[in-house]
Nanobody, 127 residues
Framework: QLQLVESGGGLVQPGGSLRLSCAASGFTLDYYAIGWFRQAPGKEREGVSCISSSGGSTNYADSVKGRFTISRDNAKNTVYLQMNSLKPEDTGVYYC????????????????????WGKGTLVTVSS
């Protein structure tokens, strides 16, 4: 069964850090571009960051540039999202998703027609 599983969410104070992981099972991520998305209560899902299949290209929403870093370890079949200097407005459910669409991260981001989606992990930034 093809699955993406997110982990690493939790409660953190403003200014704190979290690292989210997105692990794949049932398929290899080597040929897939990966996106991280989030959805805050009462708001639409938004694209946060993406990384190409090779890891050579990344993209970020303006609201997280300079604070979040996306990376991948294909040997571990896992993609990460390092989140620093967290703000209350970063609160939401974070989802990872995979697509085989070439140039998704460079040309089409944010791209919502992903092939596979995880179920999400909750991030709460609050004092």
């Amino acid at each position: 069964q093809l699955q993406l599983v997110e982990s690493g969410g939790g409660l953190v104070q403003p200014g704190g850090s979290l690292r989210l992981s997105c692990a794949a099972s049932g398929f290899t991520l080597d040929y897939y571009a990966i996106g991280w998305f989030r959805q805050a209560p009462g708001k639409e899902r938004e694209g946060v960051s993406c990384i190409s299949s090779s890891g050579g290209s990344t993209n970020y929403a303006d609201s997280v540039k300079g604070r979040f870093t996306i990376s991948r370890d294909n040997a571990k079949n896992t993609v990460y999202l390092q989140m620093n200097s967290l703000k209350p407005e970063d609160t939401g459910v974070y989802y990872c998703a995979a697509t085989s669409v070439k140039a998704m991260c460079v040309v089409f981001w944010p791209y919502y027609g992903m092939d596979y989606w995880g179920k999400g992990t909750l991030v709460t930034v609050s004092s």
